[in-house]
């Protein structure tokens, strides 16, 4: 259940300064904006450090300079290349609660092609063991009050979006708390007829 949104960050211990990084799913226009601001609206203070994402490496900080940042994205890399293109609706909230103070928006298709996409990242450098099993999301609310926490369940409960997964991306974590895009690795196994990346969202 840990995503780019958390505090716990793990490291490979090396001699180098580290470089936090993690591995997400960006949610693309008009979507993950969309959410970013229902987020800020809720009152968190980290609402546009983060941009809105299913994470697949959580935080994690990597040391040895160029080379080891260089490593990843050639396993990131050679991950994207055999992927297809999948879907992704998002469909209501859940909550992490009492174990995590998280609320976030569930996934309703594309859970089995998040398990093996994040499968996949894990299984290259940097190399790291999750704490909690893996369980793709989106977060909408992450350590508020509790009566924060409640309205975000209540008030997203309806929100239902679609969309068409067709890549993700290595981010970096700034000096001054915010995550940043570092590098998009686009799957090359795109069928020539693929429809657009975004899709209207689905009534109801």
Not at 128 to 149: C, I, K, Q
Not at 183 to 196: D, E, I, K, L, M
């Amino acid at each position: 259940m840990i995503g780019l949104d958390s505090r716990d960050v793990a490291s490979d211990r090396g001699g180098e300064p580290a470089r936090v990084i993690g591995v997400a799913i960006p949610i693309p226009d008009p979507y993950g904006p969309q959410l970013q601001r229902m987020r800020a609206a809720l009152g968190d203070p980290m609402a546009h450090a983060i941009p809105t994402h299913i994470t697949l490496l959580p935080p994690t900080e990597v040391r040895g300079g160029p080379a080891a940042v260089a490593e990843i994205e050639d396993h990131l890399s050679s991950v994207a290349a055999t992927e297809r293109p999948f879907g992704i609706r998002l469909r209501g909230t859940a909550t992490f609660r009492p174990v995590s103070p998280v609320v976030f928006i569930a996934l309703a298709e594309g859970i089995g092609d998040c398990e093996r996409l994040q499968s996949r990242v894990l299984a290259g450098p940097p190399g790291r063991e999750l704490e909690f099993p893996y369980h793709p999301h989106v977060t909408v609310a992450h350590h508020l009050p509790e009566e924060v926490m409640d309205r975000a369940y209540k008030d997203l409960a309806g929100y239902e979006a679609a969309f068409e997964v067709r890549g993700f991306s290595l981010y970096e974590h700034g000096a001054d708390g915010v995550w940043r895009p570092r590098r998009h690795f686009g799957f090359a196994a795109v069928p020539p007829s693929a429809p657009p990346a975004g899709a209207a969202p689905a009534a109801g």
